[in-house]
């Protein structure tokens, strides 16, 4: 089974649309998560930490269950610019371990 | 603060050649990770170090592959003798401890003929 498990899309949706993505961890030990954005032929950049109160910036907001082992993105009033990869990060509880989700897809259309 | 700095950015070269790949951390970073990116396979976590030293380098693929870091501004990731199949963006990443966040270099695209 994957470390982290993420559903790869792609999303094609209008602007000003709200999507979501999830992503799901296997090790119920893992302390910290995070979502990254990619453009295409660019590095992966933070786009923000997660939480386990959650959190929100802006119109991103990012949810951690502990329960189910999973954490989801949401963006509201998608632009054009939101257009990109989005990756699931999971630090694992046994060290300095990082696992990526595969990515997923996000395309804002006009 | 300059970020993770990589160079080359890019490298063409031919098969057999060796190609070495260069990193700066952040500074005060004191855990760096290589990894390899392609289409077909994703990210792919090489190897990484803690405190200069090599933590986990089984996603190293072979023993044409080799990384350094000699102190804790500089690591290198050597591939000696390259190999088409090498051909992919290699990023490298720093972070201050498990807890925080990944910050990644701008990546040094290798193509091999």
């Known amino acids: 089974r994957k470390e982290v498990e993420q559903d790869p899309g792609p999303f094609n949706v209008p602007e000003g649309a709200t999507v979501a993505f999830n992503c799901t961890y296997s090790?119920?030990?893992?302390?910290?998560f995070f979502w990254y954005r990619q453009d295409c032929r660019k590095e992966p950049k933070l786009l923000m930490s997660?939480?386990?109160s959650g959190n929100e910036d802006g119109r991103f907001t990012a949810q951690l269950n502990r329960a189910s082992q999973y954490i989801s993105l949401l963006i509201r009033d998608s632009k054009l610019s939101d257009s990109a990869t989005y990756l699931c990060?999971?630090?694992?509880?046994?060290?300095?371990?990082?696992?990526f989700g595969t990515g997923t897809s996000l395309t804002v259309i006009p | 603060d300059a970020g993770v700095i990589q160079s080359p950015r890019h490298e063409v070269t031919e098969m057999g050649q060796e190609v070495t790949l260069r990193c700066k951390p952040i500074s005060g970073h004191n855990s760096l990770f290589w990894y390899r990116q392609t289409m077909m396979r994703g990210l792919e976590l090489l190897i990484y170090?803690?405190?200069?030293?090599?933590?986990?380098d089984s996603g190293m693929p072979e023993d044409r592959f080799s990384a350094k870091m000699p102190n804790a501004s500089f690591s290198t990731l050597k591939i000696q003798p390259s190999e088409p199949r090498d051909s992919a963006v290699y990023f490298c990443a720093s972070s201050l401890s498990g807890a925080s966040p990944l910050h990644f270099g701008n990546g040094t695209r290798l193509t091999v003929t």
């Open positions: 997660v939480y386990s």
């Open positions: 990060v999971v630090n694992g509880g046994t060290g300095n371990q990082f696992y």
């Open positions: 170090f803690n405190n200069n030293v090599p933590i986990d």
């Open positions: 090790n119920s030990a893992s302390q910290s």
